[in-house]
């Protein structure tokens, strides 16, 4: 177990001001480390983050020529076509910002554990610059739900009936949530100050799980507590 305790959390008072800090953070690390490999979060909570970058993009100021970018999770059973692939969200909250690399996920493959060993091969080639990763409302991140083990890689997993309840509105129904999804594990291998965790306004519904993770130097039940104890400078 780390000695060391993780960053204080930094608790800032509407989404927008979260949002703001996040593109900056992500920007900035852009242009220190131009050849960055990056993770990125999806859903609605990064949609502002996006925005700063778009708007850095737009202006010259975000160098993103020579970075990857590296999918974080997808449904399975959405091809990359799919409008309601996180492939495709990322193609829209994107769009202007050109990376040299996009590395993606396939939801649409036959053999999901080929698909995650294939994924997994691309993490393990070098060391993630900077993963952003949203809070989930049960404090998943990724699709990797409470009770993921530290050292998982990317895998198939079935949805917490809380994660496919959040995503009904998305897909115009519980009933058409998919069951299962592919993710990137805890073990995904990081620089150091290289994750970032991103939660929306403490009043939204993600706030109890917020608390804990920012509470808690060690809380087992949630995977980005988890990832706070093994990475002291995981900022929250």
Do not use: W
Request: proline share 8%.
């Amino acid at each position: 177990m780390s000695a060391t305790a993780p960053a204080a959390p930094l608790v800032l008072d509407h989404s927008l001001r979260v949002a703001l800090l996040g593109g900056e953070l992500v920007a900035n690390r852009l242009r220190a480390r131009p050849r960055s490999r990056l993770i990125l979060p999806t859903g609605h909570t990064p949609l502002g983050l996006y925005g700063v970058l778009r708007a850095h993009a737009l202006d010259g100021s975000l160098p993103t020529r020579n970075a990857t970018l590296l999918q974080l999770d997808e449904y399975l059973g959405l091809g990359p076509a799919d409008e309601r692939s996180y492939r495709a969200y990322l193609r829209r909250e994107l769009h202007g910002v050109r990376f040299g690399c996009l590395q993606g996920l396939d939801g649409s493959t036959s053999d999901p554990e080929a698909e995650g060993a294939r994924y997994q091969a691309l993490l393990d080639a070098a060391p993630i610059d900077l993963a952003v990763l949203g809070l989930g409302r049960d404090g998943h991140v990724a699709f990797d739900e409470p009770g993921s083990p530290i050292g998982a890689g990317v895998r198939r997993v079935r949805l917490h009936p809380t994660t496919r309840a959040d995503a009904a509105g998305d897909f115009g129904g519980l009933e058409r949530v998919p069951e299962e999804a592919l993710t990137v594990g805890l073990g995904v291998r990081l620089k150091e100050g290289s994750v970032t965790g991103v939660s929306p306004h403490p009043a939204s519904k993600k706030a109890p799980a917020t608390r804990d993770a920012a509470r808690r130097f060690f809380f087992i039940k949630h995977p980005i507590s988890k990832k706070r104890h093994n990475n002291p400078h995981c900022a929250l």
